[in-house]
Protein backbone atom coordinates (compact mmCIF):
# COMPACT_ATOMS: atom_id res chain seq x y z
CA UNK A 1 0.00 0.00 0.00
CA UNK A 2 1.33 3.86 -0.79
CA UNK A 3 0.08 7.05 -0.46
CA UNK A 4 -2.53 8.81 -2.67
CA UNK A 5 -0.42 10.53 -4.89
CA UNK A 6 -3.82 12.07 -6.06
CA UNK A 7 -4.48 13.34 -2.93
CA UNK A 8 -4.47 17.47 -2.31
CA UNK A 9 -1.93 17.34 0.52
CA UNK A 10 1.18 15.30 0.47
CA UNK A 11 4.49 15.91 2.03
CA UNK A 12 7.48 13.59 1.86
CA UNK A 13 10.47 13.96 3.77
CA UNK A 14 13.83 11.81 5.37
CA UNK A 15 16.44 12.17 7.66
CA UNK A 16 19.87 10.53 8.08
CA UNK A 17 19.67 8.74 11.23
CA UNK A 18 23.54 7.84 13.16
CA UNK A 19 21.65 4.61 15.40
CA UNK A 20 21.14 1.26 14.74
CA UNK A 21 18.41 0.43 13.00
CA UNK A 22 17.01 -1.62 15.53
CA UNK A 23 16.80 0.74 17.70
CA UNK A 24 15.02 3.59 15.37
CA UNK A 25 12.36 0.72 14.87
CA UNK A 26 11.52 0.04 17.60
CA UNK A 27 11.06 3.78 19.28
CA UNK A 28 9.07 4.45 16.09
CA UNK A 29 6.79 1.25 16.32
CA UNK A 30 6.37 1.66 20.28
CA UNK A 31 3.00 3.92 19.95
CA UNK A 32 2.21 3.98 23.93
CA UNK A 33 5.87 6.16 24.51
CA UNK A 34 5.27 8.32 21.76
CA UNK A 35 4.48 11.18 24.24
CA UNK A 36 7.63 10.84 25.91
CA UNK A 37 9.49 11.69 22.88
CA UNK A 38 7.07 13.23 20.95
CA UNK A 39 5.97 17.09 22.27
CA UNK A 40 3.00 17.28 19.75
CA UNK A 41 1.38 13.89 20.69
CA UNK A 42 -0.43 14.43 23.59
CA UNK A 43 -1.75 10.51 24.56
CA UNK A 44 -1.37 7.17 22.28
CA UNK A 45 -2.30 3.76 23.09
CA UNK A 46 -2.26 0.67 20.94
CA UNK A 47 -3.11 -3.24 22.23
CA UNK A 48 0.53 -5.01 21.87
CA UNK A 49 3.19 -4.40 19.43
CA UNK A 50 1.70 -3.36 15.82
CA UNK A 51 0.82 -6.08 13.35
CA UNK A 52 -1.02 -6.28 9.84
CA UNK A 53 -5.02 -4.95 10.95
CA UNK A 54 -3.71 -3.92 14.65
CA UNK A 55 -5.48 -0.26 14.98
CA UNK A 56 -4.48 2.24 17.76
CA UNK A 57 -5.22 5.52 19.20
CA UNK A 58 -3.04 9.24 19.43
CA UNK A 59 -3.93 12.62 20.04
CA UNK A 60 -1.98 15.47 18.72
CA UNK A 61 -3.27 19.17 17.91
CA UNK A 62 -6.27 18.59 19.14
CA UNK A 63 -6.93 15.79 16.68
CA UNK A 64 -8.94 12.48 18.14
CA UNK A 65 -6.73 9.71 15.36
CA UNK A 66 -7.55 6.21 14.50
CA UNK A 67 -5.09 4.39 12.77
CA UNK A 68 -4.84 0.93 11.25
CA UNK A 69 -1.85 -0.80 10.42
CA UNK A 70 -1.94 -1.71 6.71
CA UNK A 71 1.27 -3.33 6.27
CA UNK A 72 4.24 -3.99 8.57
CA UNK A 73 7.73 -5.44 7.27
CA UNK A 74 10.29 -5.02 10.82
CA UNK A 75 12.29 -3.17 10.57
CA UNK A 76 12.12 -1.61 7.41
CA UNK A 77 8.36 -0.36 6.75
CA UNK A 78 5.20 0.34 7.99
CA UNK A 79 2.27 1.63 6.63
CA UNK A 80 -0.48 2.95 8.73
CA UNK A 81 -4.16 5.74 7.86
CA UNK A 82 -7.28 6.13 9.05
CA UNK A 83 -9.70 9.12 9.66
CA UNK A 84 -9.44 12.11 11.82
CA UNK A 85 -12.64 14.97 11.39
CA UNK A 86 -12.91 14.58 7.77
CA UNK A 87 -9.18 14.20 7.08
CA UNK A 88 -8.39 10.34 5.51
CA UNK A 89 -4.44 10.28 5.21
CA UNK A 90 -2.35 7.15 4.50
CA UNK A 91 1.67 7.11 6.36
CA UNK A 92 3.98 5.47 4.85
CA UNK A 93 7.68 4.86 6.78
CA UNK A 94 10.36 3.24 5.63
CA UNK A 95 13.79 2.61 6.86
CA UNK A 96 16.62 1.81 4.40
CA UNK A 97 20.64 1.09 6.28
CA UNK A 98 23.45 2.80 4.79
CA UNK A 99 27.10 2.88 5.61
CA UNK A 100 26.79 5.82 7.42
CA UNK A 101 23.65 4.91 9.14
CA UNK A 102 19.82 4.75 8.36
CA UNK A 103 18.23 6.59 6.08
CA UNK A 104 14.21 7.60 7.64
CA UNK A 105 11.81 8.13 4.84
CA UNK A 106 8.34 9.32 5.60
CA UNK A 107 5.31 9.90 2.86
CA UNK A 108 1.42 10.79 3.96
CA UNK A 109 -1.27 11.85 1.79
CA UNK A 110 -4.58 13.70 3.17
CA UNK A 111 -7.33 14.32 1.59
CA UNK A 112 -11.57 15.08 2.15
CA UNK A 113 -13.18 18.22 2.56
CA UNK A 114 -11.58 20.13 5.19
CA UNK A 115 -8.03 19.41 3.34
CA UNK A 116 -9.99 20.27 -0.05
CA UNK A 117 -11.37 23.66 1.78
CA UNK A 118 -7.76 24.76 3.02
CA UNK A 119 -5.05 23.33 1.06
CA UNK A 120 -2.48 25.63 1.47
CA UNK A 121 -2.73 25.41 5.07
CA UNK A 122 -3.25 22.00 5.53
CA UNK A 123 -0.29 21.48 3.21
CA UNK A 124 1.94 24.11 5.64
CA UNK A 125 0.71 21.94 8.48
CA UNK A 126 1.79 18.32 7.58
CA UNK A 127 5.51 20.11 6.63
CA UNK A 128 5.93 21.23 9.83
CA UNK A 129 4.55 17.52 11.10
CA UNK A 130 6.49 15.07 9.47
CA UNK A 131 9.89 17.06 9.65
CA UNK A 132 9.28 17.72 13.71
CA UNK A 133 8.67 14.19 13.85
CA UNK A 134 11.92 13.03 12.69
CA UNK A 135 14.08 15.38 14.27
CA UNK A 136 12.83 13.98 17.06
CA UNK A 137 13.27 10.23 16.38
CA UNK A 138 16.70 11.49 15.10
CA UNK A 139 17.23 12.98 18.79
CA UNK A 140 15.73 10.20 20.33
CA UNK A 141 17.55 7.01 18.80
CA UNK A 142 21.10 8.84 18.67
CA UNK A 143 20.60 9.89 22.43
CA UNK A 144 19.76 6.53 22.97
CA UNK A 145 23.12 5.00 22.79
CA UNK A 146 24.91 8.19 24.12
CA UNK A 147 25.47 6.85 27.84
CA UNK A 148 27.38 3.86 27.08
CA UNK A 149 29.31 5.76 24.60
CA UNK A 150 29.80 8.16 26.89
CA UNK A 151 31.29 6.07 29.74
CA UNK A 152 33.51 4.35 27.76
CA UNK A 153 35.21 7.65 26.67
CA UNK A 154 35.05 9.32 30.01
CA UNK A 155 36.64 6.46 32.14
CA UNK A 156 39.89 8.09 32.20
CA UNK A 157 39.28 11.51 32.37
CA UNK A 158 36.87 10.91 35.53
CA UNK A 159 39.85 9.26 37.11
CA UNK A 160 41.95 11.65 36.66
CA UNK A 161 39.60 14.07 37.99
CA UNK A 162 39.66 11.81 41.21
CA UNK A 163 42.90 12.27 41.45
CA UNK A 164 42.77 15.61 41.21
CA UNK A 165 40.61 16.22 43.87
CA UNK A 166 43.03 13.95 46.37
CA UNK A 167 46.12 16.13 45.54
CA UNK A 168 43.84 19.22 46.40
CA UNK A 169 42.29 18.01 49.62
CA UNK A 170 45.98 16.41 50.76
CA UNK A 171 47.39 20.36 49.89
CA UNK A 172 44.54 21.79 51.68
CA UNK A 173 44.89 19.42 54.68
CA UNK A 174 48.60 19.24 55.46
CA UNK A 175 47.92 17.80 59.06
CA UNK A 176 45.80 15.37 58.67
CA UNK A 177 46.66 11.74 60.18
CA UNK A 178 48.25 9.31 58.01
CA UNK A 179 45.70 6.93 58.80
CA UNK A 180 42.60 9.26 57.46
CA UNK A 181 44.86 9.92 54.43
CA UNK A 182 44.81 6.46 53.54
CA UNK A 183 41.26 5.97 54.38
CA UNK A 184 40.72 8.76 51.42
CA UNK A 185 43.53 7.34 48.82
CA UNK A 186 41.01 3.85 49.55
CA UNK A 187 37.48 5.94 48.78
CA UNK A 188 39.36 6.95 45.73
CA UNK A 189 40.60 3.59 44.40
CA UNK A 190 37.42 2.04 45.28
CA UNK A 191 35.26 5.30 43.67
CA UNK A 192 32.58 3.95 41.09
CA UNK A 193 33.79 3.68 37.97
CA UNK A 194 32.30 4.92 34.60
CA UNK A 195 29.13 2.42 34.88
CA UNK A 196 27.94 5.75 37.12
CA UNK A 197 28.68 8.48 34.69
CA UNK A 198 25.59 9.33 32.65
CA UNK A 199 25.02 12.36 30.42
CA UNK A 200 23.40 15.92 31.04
CA UNK A 201 21.77 17.43 28.21
CA UNK A 202 24.46 20.73 27.59
CA UNK A 203 26.76 19.60 30.10
CA UNK A 204 28.66 16.85 28.73
CA UNK A 205 29.16 13.59 31.32
CA UNK A 206 29.65 13.70 35.45
CA UNK A 207 29.18 11.66 37.89
CA UNK A 208 25.42 10.42 38.76
CA UNK A 209 24.01 12.04 41.78
CA UNK A 210 26.59 15.08 41.39
CA UNK A 211 24.75 18.49 40.00
CA UNK A 212 27.51 20.67 40.16
CA UNK A 213 31.38 20.24 39.79
CA UNK A 214 32.41 23.68 39.89
CA UNK A 215 31.03 24.54 43.24
CA UNK A 216 31.24 20.79 44.73
CA UNK A 217 34.26 19.17 43.74
CA UNK A 218 34.00 16.02 45.82
CA UNK A 219 31.12 13.34 44.59
CA UNK A 220 29.94 10.00 45.98
CA UNK A 221 32.60 8.31 48.51
CA UNK A 222 35.56 10.89 47.07
CA UNK A 223 32.95 13.59 48.37
CA UNK A 224 32.69 11.66 51.83
CA UNK A 225 36.43 11.31 52.01
CA UNK A 226 36.50 15.05 52.40
CA UNK A 227 33.90 15.66 54.43
CA UNK A 228 35.48 13.15 56.96
CA UNK A 229 38.97 14.99 56.29
CA UNK A 230 37.59 18.44 56.95
CA UNK A 231 35.72 17.34 60.09
CA UNK A 232 38.97 15.93 61.55
CA UNK A 233 40.61 19.40 61.04
CA UNK A 234 37.91 21.51 62.09
CA UNK A 235 38.31 18.88 65.41
CA UNK A 236 41.86 19.71 65.97
CA UNK A 237 41.13 23.43 65.31
CA UNK A 238 38.79 23.74 67.78
CA UNK A 239 41.15 21.94 70.53
CA UNK A 240 44.11 24.15 69.17
CA UNK A 241 42.05 27.53 68.52
CA UNK A 242 42.73 27.41 65.08
CA UNK A 243 41.46 29.24 62.00
CA UNK A 244 42.35 27.39 59.04
CA UNK A 245 39.24 28.17 56.59
CA UNK A 246 39.09 24.25 54.40
CA UNK A 247 38.08 25.80 51.07
CA UNK A 248 35.35 22.75 49.27
Partial sequence: MDINNEAPVITRDEILISAPIQTIWDIQTNVPAWPSWQPD????EAEGP?????????????????????EIDAPR????????????????????????????????????DPVTAQPETMQAALDGSLRAWL??????????????????????EFVKKLEGWRKVAKKA???????????????????????????????????????????????????????REASVVQGRQGRHGGHHQIRR
Fill in 41 to 44: VDNA
Fill in 135 to 156: ENLKRTAEQSGQPQILAAETES
Fill in 50 to 70: LAAGSVFRWQTAGLDITSTVE
Fill in 173 to 227: LPKVDSDETKRMDTAVNNAPGPGRIRPRPGRGSIPEGHQDQDRHPGCGVVGQALD
Fill in 77 to 112: RVVWGGPAQGIVAVHVWTFDERGDGVLVHTAESWEG
